[in-house]
């Protein structure tokens, strides 16, 4: 293995910088996405399945504007 490759410390852990706030598990460890279960968004589009969470991509992209009004001021 890679000296950069660094196996984490939780294998399921849900890293931020990867999913949306909204990620979470339940008891069972069932995956959920702005409330609703995968298995359940599984269940009714069949995989593979891409899922965005619209209020996170909302706020990135708010955040993105915002930076950009930003630089454009200056």
Known sequence: MPDWLVAPDDANALVEQVWPASAARDEHGVLSIGG???????????????????????ARARRVKAAFDAAAAR
């Open 36 to 58: 609703v279960p995968v298995t359940d968004l599984r269940d009714t589009f069949g995989t593979p399945l891409y899922v965005f969470d619209e209020p996170g991509v909302r």
